[in-house]
Structures are given as structure tokens and as C-alpha cells.
């Protein structure tokens, strides 16, 4: 630092401090939600569920065997409830288990990338391959590679996940802004302080963002590893009742794969909302 800015003012009590910017008192992270926050979404889910009535029950478009309408799955849904209940609990396990395994993997290979341009050169190709393989073709193969049970449904969700949480860590943690960067040098950090201090939290936004896309990802890799596993969660219940010419309650497993593929969503939002105040306030109006 320069002398001018450790200099004391005239009739202070000492040297300047940074200017800090504390939260209105009072005030929690839930006060923000507005009622546009909630309406939005559930005059979006009213559209959806009309249009769906149009297509199959008003106008006749698609047949009921190919898509039931809105009043048949929600019948089915009821009925079936005691099934499709104890299955979504199922799937909702394996897809937070499948994602926590792919989030820490993700980072820790994504550091890994980002602190050595030769490992970065030598295993992204790689990545990418693995990526870009069909991940239903897998599927069979998985349950011969490592059985039944929960591991061919972790590791398909692994499988999908990981690329885009290894992908937005890379670019985090080698994208940190030249101010920030230029100040831990100024201030004689080590490495390890720089990257505890400053290239970390710089980095947190883009690997919150892969985070955000692995999420619905995860739901789905979940779903297509029950396809080929014996645990009767919602992936296994759909081909069951496919297979005996129950659309409806198919149709039914896939609205609750949608619904808890939102509330993950919804929830890891908030815990970046709440994780990253400082990010809405510094890159965006909205």
C-alpha cells in the first residue's frame, strides 16, 4: 500500500477503513421473495396444463395411448399414490447421492485442470469423449461392469453430471478477475491464500452455474440407471406400467420425475442465493 492510503485523517482515531455494506436490519433473504416469484411459476404451470387439455381432451390431436390427458394422469397419480410415493423417494435418493459424488469429483478434477495446463492438455480430450458417448447405450453394459442395485444408477448419474461442473470449475478458476488477481500479488499472498482467498470465491458464480445445469441432469441419469437396475424407483415403475399398457401412470411417474427435478433445482438456487449475497448485487439489476 501506498502512504496515502495508510496515512492517517485528520481528527480520526486511526487509519481508514474499507467501506462495508451491511444488510437493512430486519431484513432476511426470504423478505425478498415476491409474490411475482411464486405467481409466475404457477400461471406458467396453469398455461401448461391448459394447453395440454387442448391438445389431448379439446381438440382431439394426439392419442390418449400416446399422452393422456391432464384429468387421466391426475386420476392415475391418485390412485396409484401408494406406488409412485415409495418410488419417488427411491429416485430422489439416488439423484441427491449421484449429484453430491459428481459434485465433489467434479471440482476436485476441475482444480486439477485449472492448476496445470499440461494435465489440462493431457485429460480434456478425454473428458470430452467420455461426454460425448451416448449414456443410454451405457446402460447395459453398466449392469455387467458393476451389477445390480445402486451402482449402475450412480454411475450413470455420475456419467452425466461431472462434465459440466468439471467444465464451469476449469473456467472459474482460470478466469478470476486481473484486479483481484493483481492484489493477492501486490500483497505477497502464497499460493495457497491466493487460491483460499481470492481465485476460489472469484470462481464460485461459474461453478455454482454447473452445478445448476448437472442438477436436472442428475434426475435424468437417475431415471435411464433404474431402467437398468432392480430398485423400484420412478425409472423402474415407468417401464412397468409402459409394459402393461398404463400410459396414464407412467405419464404420472414422469410429472413427479419433473416436479422433483424443480424442487432440486428451486432448492440449490436458494442455497446460492444464500451462499453468494454478493453476486446479484455486483452482476445484475434483476
Avoid at 16 to 42: E, Y
Avoid at 224 to 243: A, R, T
Amino acid at each position: 500500500m501506498t502512504e496515502s492510503m495508510t496515512r492517517p485523517v485528520p481528527g480520526s482515531a486511526g487509519p481508514p477503513t474499507a467501506p462495508t455494506v451491511s444488510p437493512t436490519p430486519g431484513r432476511s433473504p426470504w423478505s425478498r421473495i415476491r409474490p411475482a416469484t411464486v405467481g409466475l411459476p404457477l400461471l406458467g404451470l396453469v398455461v401448461t396444463v391448459a394447453v395440454w387439455w387442448a391438445v389431448t381432451s379439446g381438440l382431439h390431436l394426439v392419442h390418449p395411448a400416446s399422452l393422456p390427458p391432464p384429468q387421466a394422469v391426475g386420476s392415475s397419480l391418485t390412485s396409484s399414490v401408494d406406488v409412485l410415493l415409495p418410488a419417488l423417494g427411491t429416485t430422489t435418493l439416488m439423484t441427491l447421492l449421484g449429484f453430491l459424488l459428481s459434485a465433489v469429483a467434479g471440482v476436485l478434477i476441475g482444480m486439477a485442470l485449472a492448476a496445470s495446463r499440461r494435465a489440462e492438455r493431457m485429460f480434456a480430450p478425454l473428458l470430452v469423449a467420455i461426454n460425448a458417448v451416448p449414456k443410454i447405450a451405457l446402460g447395459p453394459l453398466l449392469v455387467v461392469s458393476v451389477g445390480w442395485g445402486t451402482k449402475p444408477i450412480l454411475t450413470m448419474v455420475f456419467l452425466l453430471c461431472f462434465f459440466p461442473i468439471v467444465l464451469s470449475t476449469a473456467t472459474g478458476l482460470t478466469t478470476t478477475p486481473a484486479d483481484l488477481a493483481e492484489l493477492a500479488r501486490s500483497l505477497n499472498a502464497s499460493w495457497w491464500q491466493s487460491f483460499r482467498k481470492v481465485r476460489f470465491p472469484a470462481a464460485l458464480p461459474q461453478i455454482f452455474v454447473g452445478l445448476k445445469v448437472a442438477m436436472p441432469l442428475a434426475a435424468i441419469g437417475a431415471v435411464i440407471g433404474e431402467f437398468y437396475s432392480d430398485k423400484p424407483g420412478l425409472g423402474y415403475q415407468i417401464l412397468q406400467y409402459n409394459g402393461a399398457g398404463d400410459t396414464a401412470t407412467a405419464w404420472a411417474a414422469i410429472v413427479l420425475i419433473a416436479a422433483m427435478s424443480i424442487l432440486l433445482y428451486s432448492a440449490l438456487s436458494l442455497v446460492e442465493r444464500l451462499a453468494l449475497p454478493w453476486v446479484r448485487a455486483t452482476t445484475s439489476a434483476r
